[in-house]
Each structure stands twice: as C-alpha cells, then as structure tokens.
Nanobody, 126 residues
Framework: QLQFVESGGGSVQPGGSLKLSCAAS????????IGWFRQAPGKEREGVSC????????TDADSVKGRFFIYRDNAKATVYLEMNNLKPEDTAVYYC???????????????????WGQGTQVTVSS
C-alpha cells in the first residue's frame, strides 16, 4: 500500500517561502498523479496543486498560481511543493494524496485521491 510522509512545514512571515516534501513508499508512483491539499481550521480541505505521473503537466488552484510550484522526482519517489510569497491565508495543514491516473490531466476538485499522509503545518504570520 502506498504511504506518504509530508515534511517541510513551519512558521514564516508574509512574503516568505517554504518547500514541502511528500515522500512515498510502498508502491511505485509510475501511474499516480500526486496532489497537494490543505485544510485550515474550521474549513474544508481544498486542493492546491497536482502533477501527472510523468511530471509533464501540473494544475494549480487560482489562489496559488504564480506563487506555488509542484514538481516531482520519481527516482526519489518524492513530490515537492515550493511555496513563495506566502500569505496569512495560506496557513493550513498541508497533505499529499495519490490519484491513479495512467492517462490524462489531473485536477484537485474531482476527488478520488487516497493514501493521505499525516500532514505538515504551515503558518504564515507576522
């Protein structure tokens, strides 16, 4: 079974940067799109970014376009989320999940993601 461990969260000031990592084990990621999601206190989980199995295509939520960048290193079975120009509204627990997607483009709104990790906390505050 696929398992994820997220890391890299922390506390930063507005405008700062963080790089999150999502390390996978248990199964090959060759046919899985990986998505980053976040959940703020009192809010529902929302999709942030996703990347296709080959890494050739990414999809980002409007709220993070131009600031967050998702990429993957399949040799290391790790997916990264580079977050720049962080804002207080980015504060949340960030999770990664996998979607079996041998073909096509991923999105984070249609559901189907599974194998969630424990999450990593990101806090943006002055």
């Amino acid at each position: 079974q696929l398992q994820f461990v997220e890391s890299g969260g922390g506390s930063v000031q507005p405008g700062g940067s963080l790089k999150l990592s999502c390390a996978a084990s248990g199964l090959s990621l060759d046919y899985y799109a990986i998505g980053w999601f976040r959940q703020a206190p009192g809010k529902e989980r929302e999709g942030v970014s996703c990347i296709t199995p080959s890494g050739g295509t990414t999809t980002d939520a409007d709220s993070v376009k131009g600031r967050f960048f998702i990429y993957r290193d399949n040799a290391k079975a790790t997916v990264y989320l580079e977050m720049n120009n962080l804002k207080p509204e980015d504060t949340a627990v960030y999770y990664c999940g996998a979607l079996f997607l041998p073909h096509g483009i991923c999105n984070t709104v249609s559901g189907g993601y599974e194998y969630w990790g424990q999450g990593t906390q990101v806090t943006v505050s002055s």
